[in-house]
């Protein structure tokens, strides 16, 4: 196994990262598997409430010891996201433990790692306010900060410290910042450095296919007459949730306004979540239905994928 893993502070762009890394490495020929951390069944995350700081990071590493005795024998080349830092820092931060404890802890999953061909991808600012303030613009500015302090608030991190202010939610990100930048000082993974402040992808691409020794594959062209084929209305009974897709500037866009890339032909997907959409032709050169075909927490649980079927 090939293990890449992507780091950054939440809105960094890792999971857009992620994506890219997991496209390329399967167009230039890599057997590959990508877990989005909104990824359904993902093998490290813990996703039930676990509020004894102990347990917790045991059943981290259990996760950890489990996904590399799996995977460890096999020519997979595995992209996560959101597991090497984000996760363990961010919860062991709620949990309100000290930051030599939560950088200790992470040291022993870089020792775990050290023995598997490894390679880290971290996504950093030299001043975390500017990623701070972007990734908040991004998701809604002071509605967003207020309704996530609300979904945290009861946690050690703030209760210990009479933080009743959505506004300490940010100083949160910024100690979260801290400690990530702490904890790559001390990595001695195979590992790659970006600073994003500038936000010029196409450079930090540049970096990340010299760095695997890749060539750009991009995505396919289809035709806007091709496209044409897939707009429709398209409903799930069972969910009870109708879709429309439509085609806007060269591209489709599903759920309202969010836009999907071409993966292979008839398959699209979403670079920033965990869902492939691939429409189905029938003999007759028809599109009646689509699968939602990859898992995520939200999009998809079923193995078989969720279907669609056009309803006008």
């Not at 904890?183 to 001695?188: G, I, K, L, Q």
Request: aromatic content about 12%; proline content about 4%.
């Amino acid at each position: 196994m090939k293990l890449i893993l992507v780091e950054g502070i939440p809105g960094s762009g890792k999971s857009t990262t992620a994506r890219f890394i997991a496209l390329q490495s399967e167009r230039n020929g890599h057997s590959t598997e990508l877990f989005h951390e909104s990824a359904y069944r993902h093998p490290i995350l813990i996703h039930e409430p676990i509020l004894i700081p102990n347990q917790w990071m045991e059943t981290y590493l259990s996760n950890w010891d489990k996904f590399i005795k799996a995977y460890g024998d096999s020519d997979v080349t595995v992209v996560m996201e959101a597991v090497l830092l984000q996760a363990p820092i961010l919860r062991l931060l709620h949990l309100d433990l000290p930051k030599e404890v939560i950088l200790s802890f992470i040291e022993n999953l870089f020792s775990r790692l050290s023995e598997n061909n490894c390679c880290f991808v971290f996504l950093y600012q030299e001043d975390p306010w500017v990623g701070i303030n972007r990734m908040m613009n991004a998701r809604g500015g002071k509605e967003w900060l207020t309704s996530t302090f609300e979904k945290y608030k009861h946690e050690p991190y703030y209760a210990n410290r009479s933080r009743k202010n959505p506004e300490s939610h940010l100083d949160f990100l910024h100690e979260y910042a801290e400690v990530a930048r702490s904890a790559f000082v001390r990595c001695d993974l195979r590992s790659l450095a970006i600073d994003n402040t500038a936000w010029d992808w196409t450079s930090y691409h540049t970096k990340l296919l010299e760095y695997f020794g890749w060539s750009y594959v991009p995505d396919p062209i289809v035709p806007e007459a091709e496209l044409a084929k897939y707009a429709g209305i398209y409903h799930n009974e069972e969910l009870r949730i109708t879709v429309h897709v439509q085609v806007r500037g060269g591209q489709i866009t599903v759920f309202g306004d969010q836009r999907v890339r071409v993966k292979v032909t008839h398959a699209f997907y979403m670079d920033n979540v965990s869902i492939l959409i691939r429409f189905i032709i029938d003999p007759s050169g028809e599109c009646n239905q689509f699968v939602v075909e990859e898992m995520d927490l939200i999009g998809n649980q079923k193995d078989e994928g969720t279907r669609f079927r056009r309803i006008s």
